[in-house]
């Protein structure tokens, strides 16, 4: 995930990083050019806010958490602590995109309400509209800062809908700072996506074909396939995995990687491709041509059994 910064809604040149406000510890910026700009531009109303409730955190740890329990309760105050949290849940920043998109027209606050740090929590993900959010309601200083940096965010002259997102990680579990932590996310290959998506799949069918086709490689579309009708092997029957192209040991055999790694050759009579959800546009052309592409890419129609 591509944090960007509180000013110009960019992300950092590579090899960059964001900085820190040193006032809130929340916003980050890239350059001190655009920490001034968005002083000016109304940051310093906003800053003390955003300091109070990260003290705030830092205040309960004190209070709350004595002897070694101290130390991973500040390690839990830091907002870098949810900022990885947050990238390493399985398919979570996947699902919050995907929302973001379905319902940028709405200028939404993405609110990732996250209730235990387990990696098999299921955070609560909720749509905070701007006819709610910019209502102003209020009811602790963590309000009163997700306010005005919505209202920075979406006003920003570098905005657009398209471009970027606005998360929100609320901490609410028990014995944890309570903390509320704003990202502005870029979408990265949401313009990519097919709007038939949006309606046809679901926030964790989408995360979760994400996450395989990243598991795959290089997160583009893969031939799918279920072997079938094996009879030296037919403990493999039913297993399902990736076609990668021809044997190089057998001209007339496909190379399968199987789930979990192990790669086996086979003929094509023997694996059927499971289909899987398509994603990108381009991935939505004709049947025929696609399976035309196919043919002479891999050319395994024409071998002989």
């Given at each position: 995930?591509?944090?960007?910064?509180g000013?110009?809604?960019?992300?950092?040149?590579?090899?960059?990083?964001?900085?820190?406000?040193?006032g809130?510890?929340?916003?980050?910026?890239?350059?001190?050019?655009?920490?001034?700009?968005?002083?000016?531009?109304?940051?310093?109303?906003?800053?003390?806010?955003?300091?109070?409730?990260?003290?705030?955190?830092?205040?309960?740890?004190?209070?709350?958490?004595?002897?070694?329990?101290?130390?991973?309760?500040?390690?839990?105050?830091?907002?870098?602590?949810?900022?990885?949290?947050?990238?390493?849940?399985?398919?979570?920043?996947f699902?919050?995109?995907?929302?973001?998109?379905?319902?940028?027209?709405?200028?939404?606050?993405?609110r990732?309400?996250?209730?235990?740090?387990?990696?098999?929590?299921?955070?609560?993900?909720?749509v905070?509209?701007?006819?709610?959010?910019?209502?102003?309601?209020?009811?602790?200083?963590?309000?009163?800062?997700?306010?005005?940096?919505?209202?920075?965010?979406?006003?920003?002259?570098?905005?657009?809908?398209?471009?970027?997102?606005?998360?929100?990680?609320?901490?609410?579990?028990?014995?944890?700072?309570?903390?509320?932590?704003a990202?502005?996310?870029?979408?990265?290959?949401?313009?990519?996506?097919?709007?038939?998506?949006?309606?046809?799949?679901?926030?964790?069918?989408?995360?979760?074909?994400?996450?395989?086709?990243?598991?795959?490689?290089?997160?583009?579309?893969?031939?799918y396939?279920?072997?079938?009708?094996?009879?030296?092997?037919?403990?493999?029957?039913?297993?399902?995995?990736?076609?990668?192209?021809?044997?190089?040991?057998?001209?007339e055999?496909?190379t399968?990687?199987?789930?979990?790694?192990?790669?086996?050759?086979?003929?094509?009579?023997?694996?059927?491709?499971?289909?899987?959800?398509?994603?990108?546009?381009y991935?939505?052309?004709?049947?025929?041509?696609?399976e035309?592409?196919?043919?002479?890419?891999?050319?395994?129609?024409?071998?002989?059994?």
């Amino acid at each position: 995930m591509e944090l960007t910064c509180g000013h110009c809604c960019k992300v950092p040149p590579p090899g960059e990083k964001l900085r820190t406000c040193s006032g809130c510890m929340s916003t980050k910026f890239c350059t001190t050019a655009c920490q001034r700009a968005a002083w000016a531009a109304g940051h310093k109303l906003v800053c003390k806010s955003l300091r109070d409730v990260h003290a705030g955190a830092m205040a309960q740890v004190e209070s709350i958490a004595p002897g070694s329990a101290k130390q991973a309760m500040k390690e839990r105050a830091d907002p870098a602590y949810w900022v990885d949290w947050y990238e390493r849940t399985p398919g979570l920043k996947f699902k919050a995109m995907f929302i973001a998109w379905k319902h940028r027209a709405e200028y939404p606050i993405i609110r990732v309400a996250i209730h235990s740090d387990r990696l098999d929590e299921v955070p609560e993900i909720v749509v905070v509209p701007k006819t709610e959010w910019s209502t102003g309601v209020v009811r602790d200083n963590s309000d009163t800062a997700m306010n005005a940096k919505a209202h920075a965010h979406f006003g920003n002259q570098n905005f657009g809908v398209d471009k970027t997102y606005l998360v929100r990680l609320v901490v609410t579990f028990p014995n944890s700072p309570k903390l509320g932590l704003a990202m502005g996310t870029k979408f990265h290959m949401m313009t990519h996506v097919h709007s038939s998506v949006l309606t046809d799949l679901t926030a964790d069918e989408f995360a979760a074909e994400m996450i395989r086709r990243r598991e795959d490689g290089d997160g583009h579309p893969t031939v799918y396939v279920r072997l079938t009708g094996l009879r030296g092997a037919a403990h493999l029957n039913g297993q399902e995995g990736v076609r990668l192209g021809r044997d190089p040991n057998d001209p007339e055999r496909m190379t399968i990687r199987l789930d979990g790694g192990r790669e086996v050759g086979v003929l094509s009579k023997n694996y059927e491709k499971v289909h899987r959800p398509k994603l990108l546009k381009y991935e939505f052309r004709s049947l025929l041509e696609s399976e035309s592409d196919d043919d002479d890419e891999f050319g395994y129609d024409t071998e002989s059994e």
